[in-house]
């Protein structure tokens, strides 16, 4: 007769060997899980305990669920740091080994909102340029970026040739971005961007909001960076005071 610490070990290690499979390539990243059914005959466990291994790889975030669709095995970040470390997306890029890559979406001078007014306190602007772009690594689409700066101090024609939107303020304003204000929140499917960066439904995005700002603390840029959640993860390091 199996005891209740019986079952709980049965299934610790079913959950293990499917992890396992995962990890060495058996079931590859974004790749449909067998059905339940399947799953316990291949490791002749009780549904029961194939249904808890799962649950648990699921809060984990090692697959996720589609509701009517199946389990799929989560895809690992290409790129994980702290949000301390100020870095442009292209620099994030490449210190994940890929190779970045820049789709222009559109590029236009704007009249500034009165919340970009706020953003850009204490200046005084009489036209943005905003640039919505595409960030790709190995070709795949992974952030899009929405950028705004003063549309008076940069020859925005010339966005296109650079790469780094930091490189470009660099070259044209002779100044650096010294650091940021960041905000950043999770959010669901959004209608426009999400098939652009060829999200599925149920896949959620990073958006990660920043106004930079030069050593003399002038603001330079704000940013609006939507991440894919499957490739890009931050954490903050928190120390005693």
């Not at 772009?133 to 101090?153: H, M, Q, S, W």
């Amino acid at each position: 007769m199996l005891t209740k610490g019986n079952e709980v070990t049965k299934f610790v290690k079913v959950m293990q060997r499917i992890k396992q499979a995962i990890e060495n390539g058996t079931y590859k990243e974004r790749e449909k899980l067998p059905s339940e059914f399947e799953l316990s005959r291949i490791y002749k466990e009780s549904r029961e305990n194939i249904k808890t291994a799962l649950r648990v790889l699921e809060e984990d975030d090692i697959v996720v669920r589609r509701p009517g669709v199946g389990i799929f095995v989560n895809s690992k970040p290409i790129f994980s740091s702290g949000i301390e470390q100020l870095a442009s997306v292209t620099e994030m890029i490449k210190n994940s080994g890929k190779t970045p890559g820049s789709q222009f979406i559109s590029t236009e001078i704007i009249t500034p909102t009165e919340e970009d007014n706020k953003r850009f306190k204490p200046l005084s602007l009489s036209n943005l340029a905003q640039v919505e772009r595409v960030r790709t690594a190995d070709g795949e689409p992974v952030v899009y970026c929405i950028d705004k700066l003063d549309a008076d101090e940069v020859p925005i024609e010339m966005i296109h040739t650079h790469p780094s939107i930091f490189q470009f303020i660099k070259t044209y304003r002779n100044e650096e971005i010294d650091y940021a204000v960041a905000y950043i929140e999770p959010i669901g499917y959004h209608e426009k961007i999400s098939p652009i960066l060829d999200c599925q439904p149920d896949q959620a995005l990073l958006l990660l909001k920043q106004v930079h700002y030069t050593k003399d603390n002038k603001p330079i840029l704000y940013s609006a960076n939507f991440f894919r959640a499957d490739v890009f993860s931050f954490y903050v390091l928190r120390q005693r005071g």
